[in-house]
T-cell receptor
Framework: GQQVMQIPQYQHVQEGEDFTTYCNSS?????IQWYKQRPGGHPVFLIQ?????EVKKQKRLTFQFGEAKKNSSLHITATQTTDVGTYFC???????????FGKGTKLSVIP | NAGVTQTPKFQVLKTGQSMTLQCAQD?????MYWYRQDPGMGLRLIYY???????DKGEVPNGYNVSRLNKREFSLRLESAAPSQTSVYFC???????????FGSGTRLTVV
């Protein structure tokens, strides 16, 4: 299956600071998806990126897909306590039904 | 419309016992998945079923079997549970190969 590396594994920020998590692959991705898992919950789909260089925004969240379609990032501006959780990227190989998840970045927000 | 429903939510097994985790989806999705989640390991794919009648191994299939009973249901069986199978198990489904995946609420399994 597709391999995706995600960094950092943990991030502690003061409320109001920005946060970024990165996802990298050694091969070209057809698309990449991002999910959020709140503590004790299940992963919930946030967004999918398909095009090279694509940038999408959801309020304070900005998602980018690299020009070579081998990396992606999620940036949160001015974090809030409601942003706490683990953020995962996920990708499939071309033509594959498998969806492989990165190990996730666990975000803690200190009030 | 309940989405993806998993049972049970919690289970404690003794080493060597067997059990089946049940999963059903009511979204008419073609593909279904079983993942396990362990601290620091993210979500690892155990088995998946691209469509009714097919099943394939994922990243960590050893010690597990699956059955795609019909389009709605996809069960995961542990024939002889081991402490290394202590984990949170998530069932998931999606309609198209490139669409978002929807998860059940999970089964927290402890093997003692």
């Amino acid at each position: 299956g597709q391999q995706v590396m995600q960094i950092p594994q943990y991030q502690h920020v003061q409320e109001g600071e920005d946060f970024t998590t990165y996802c990298n692959s050694s091969t070209t991705l057809s698309n990449i998806q991002w999910y959020k898992q709140r503590p004790g919950g299940h992963p919930v789909f946030l967004i999918q990126l398909v095009k090279s260089g694509e940038v999408k925004k959801q309020k304070r969240l900005t998602f980018q897909f690299g020009e070579a379609k081998k990396n992606s990032s999620l940036h949160i501006t001015a974090t809030q306590t409601t942003d706490v959780g683990t953020y995962f990227c996920a990708a499939s190989g071309a033509g594959s039904y498998q969806l492989t998840f990165g190990k996730g970045t666990k975000l803690s927000v200190i009030p | 419309n309940a989405g993806v429903t998993q049972t049970p939510k919690f289970q404690v097994l003794k080493t060597g016992q067997s059990m089946t985790l049940q999963c059903a989806q009511d979204m008419n999705h073609n593909s279904m998945y079983w993942y396990r989640q362990d601290p620091g390991m993210g979500l690892r794919l155990i088995y998946y079923s691209a469509s009714e009648g097919t099943t394939d191994k994922g990243e960590v299939p050893n010690g597990y079997n699956v059955s795609r009973l019909n389009k709605r249901e996809f069960s995961l069986r542990l024939e002889s549970a081991a402490p290394s199978q202590t984990s949170v198990y998530f069932c998931a489904s999606r309609g198209r190969r490139d669409s978002a995946i929807g998860f059940g609420s999970g089964t927290r399994l402890t093997v003692v």
